[in-house]
């Protein structure tokens, strides 16, 4: 039975990778494409969307969105994804052209459209917090809201207390994680350590697998790779969006889950966009930040987001291994 599915991305060297892993999994159909700005402006995340899809033989719509975040200034990845956010590779512009319509009400109509899809979300919050905001029943329309976001109570990846989607545009990820989206919470930490890709394992792809996607999905991330040892301390290729993809595709590979409720931190100094996950359920709810925390009547919050903890490596590179050939 074919599954329908809906992708919101910054376009990056890992978000490739993670479309990939969508565009070629057989019983998974991509109604739309669209693009927020977050490690690369969107003119150039669309590029590297566009040349992801028509390098895999689709045709999917591409929506360009959001150009900055909600309230801040936008922030780029070009120091961990390279220039052109591909590892500097200089791909060839691709034929296929983006959309007229904007991205915010092309996620309107298609949801709309396809009750029961499936959001997968690989960048800032932006445009789904835009969508909801402007039509908030699309919220029960979703049948997951797959988010590659966050850090769940562990250390982040732009600060000690966030990841970078989240810290990109902080208002725009509390809106979603209060929107009443069926969120999963994939956060970054599930693709460190044993989860990276390791020297032998991109060998694997490269002379076993030894197709053009997976050669692409090693070479984009020629930059990424350096950042990710040299400034992150893990063994070789840590791959975020591609994980949330694998679990979006395949939900058995989030082997522990719970649900939690979940606040996105977008007033402090050190902690903005730190995920707060209430794993104890002990979370004050505050209504008004006028009165004192102590003065406030203390209750538990409601889960709105169910935290992926855990993966199964194995699986989840054998789910990838599988959409390069």
């Known amino acids: 039975m074919t599954r329908k599915m809906i992708i919101d991305t910054d376009t990056a060297s890992d978000d490739a990778v993670a479309l990939v892993m969508a565009l070629q999994t057989p019983d998974i159909e991509i109604e739309a494409i669209t693009i927020v700005a977050g490690n690369m402006p969107v003119e150039q995340a669309s590029l590297n969307a566009r040349y992801t899809i028509e390098l895999c033989g689709k045709d999917v719509p591409v929506y360009d969105g959001l150009d900055r975040p909600l309230t801040r200034a936008p922030y780029r990845a070009y120091f961990f994804h390279g220039p052109d956010g591909m590892g500097g590779m200089n ?28 959001l997968v979300t690989l960048g800032p919050l932006t445009n789904v917090a835009l969508a909801v905001a402007q039509a ?57 350590g044993e989860a990276n890709l390791s020297e032998a394992d991109m060998r694997y792809c490269r002379e076993v697998i ?29 791959l975020p969006d591609p994980v949330t993809m694998a679990v979006a595709i395949d939900p058995t590979i989030c082997t522990r889950s719970s649900r939690h409720y979940v606040e996105v931190e977008c007033d402090g100094i050190f902690t903005r966009g730190m995920t707060v996950v209430d794993q104890q359920g002990v979370a004050a709810n505050i209504q008004d930040p006028s009165v004192a925390v102590w003065e406030q009547i203390v209750r538990r919050g409601s ?6 903890w855990e993966i199964d490596i194995p699986r989840w590179k054998a789910l990838l291994y599988q959409t390069l050939q």
């Not at 000690?160 to 956060?187: T, Y």
């Not at 070479?219 to 070789?236: E, F, K, R, V």
């Open 210 to 238: 030894n197709t053009p996607l997976s050669h692409f999905a090693i070479d984009c991330n020629a930059t990424a790779i350096q950042a990710n040892q040299q400034w992150l301390g893990d063994p070789a290729l840590a």
């Open 136 to 192: 908030p029943e699309i919220a029960g329309m979703v049948s997951r809201c797959v988010v590659m976001g966050g850090a769940a109570n562990t250390v982040g990846n732009i600060t000690p207390a966030a990841e970078f989607n989240i810290w990109c545009d902080p208002e725009a990820a509390r809106m979603v994680f209060h929107s009443g989206l069926p969120i999963e919470m994939v956060g970054w930490e599930l693709c460190r």
């Open 303 to 308: 889960p709105n987001a169910t935290v992926c």
């Open 91 to 118: 791909y060839p512009a691709p034929k296929l052209q983006p959309r007229q319509q904007h991205a915010v009400p092309a996620l309107i109509e298609t949801i709309k459209a396809n009750p029961g899809i499936l």
